[in-house]
T-cell receptor, first 117, second 112 residues
Framework: GAVVSQHPSWVICKSGTSVKIECRSL??????MFWYRQFPKQSLMLMAT?????????EQGVEKDKFLINHASLTLSTLTVTSAHPEDSSFYIC?????????????FGSGTQLSVL | GENVEQHPSTLSVQEGDSAVIKCTYS??????FPWYKQELGKRPQLIID?????GEKKDQRIAVTLNKTAKHFSLHITETQPEDSAVYFC???????????FGTGTRLQVFP
């Protein structure tokens, strides 16, 4: 299957700082990537859809100024958690499809565990 | 809005027994239904998927069935093994988008 790489795996930061998470499609081009958030023992909640070359579309209730998404190339999307607070602590995970191969299967990155002190 | 319900939330079985997880979706236009397995602290891994034009699909010990009329789909794991222990998520596509909405997850424990 398609390979999606996500970095970093773990981030511990102080309250008020910003954190950038990278998501890369390694062996395919992804015009669209998806960012999810997962709280412990809960499901995956879609935060936003990252669109290459255009603005991201956010799900209801997700603050776009809080969670900045940039998708500047066909293989890279970044999520920046701005002015992080303890309530932002969560597992963030990206995903993408290899649409060019007509593949509807969604593959996930390895996730980023964010802990805000 | 669109919704996917998943049951049970936890499931404990003896090694060798079968396990069944059920999901119900609300969007009649959903046409793609994947199942993911997630081990603690790791990424969800696609284990099987089914499209709406198929009623059943099998891959070794894993099978998925789909009832479009009832908007139900189920995951069946036969001859369970301890390494099958994980959280399983179902998902359904959202009409006119390439998004997926996920179920709430089922924690499966297989006891040796």
């Amino acid at each position: 299957g398609a390979v999606v790489s996500q970095h970093p795996s773990w981030v511990i930061c102080k309250s008020g700082t910003s954190v950038k998470i990278e998501c890369r499609s390694l062996d395919f081009q992804a015009t669209t990537m998806f960012w999810y958030r997962q709280f412990p023992k809960q499901s995956l909640m879609l935060m936003a859809t990252s669109n290459e070359g255009s603005k991201a579309t956010y799900e209801q209730g997700v603050e776009k100024d809080k969670f900045l998404i940039n998708h500047a190339s066909l293989t890279l999307s970044t999520l920046t958690v701005t002015s992080a607070h303890p309530e932002d602590s969560s597992f963030y995970i990206c995903s993408a499809r290899d649409v060019a191969r007509g593949n509807e299967k969604l593959f996930f990155g390895s996730g980023t565990q964010l802990s805000v002190l | 809005g669109e919704n996917v319900e998943q049951h049970p939330s936890t499931l404990s079985v003896q090694e060798g027994d079968s396990a069944v997880i059920k999901c119900t979706y609300s969007d009649s236009a959903s046409n793609y239904f994947p199942w993911y397995k997630q081990e603690l602290g790791k990424r969800p891994q696609l284990i099987i998927d089914i499209r709406s034009n198929v009623g059943e699909k099998k891959d070794q010990r894993i099978a998925v069935t789909l009832n479009k009329t009832a908007k139900h789909f189920s995951l069946h794991i036969t001859e369970t093994q301890p390494e099958d222990s994980a959280v399983y998520f179902c998902a359904a596509s959202i009409r006119n988008t390439d998004k997926l909405i996920f179920g709430t997850g089922t924690r499966l424990q297989v006891f040796p």
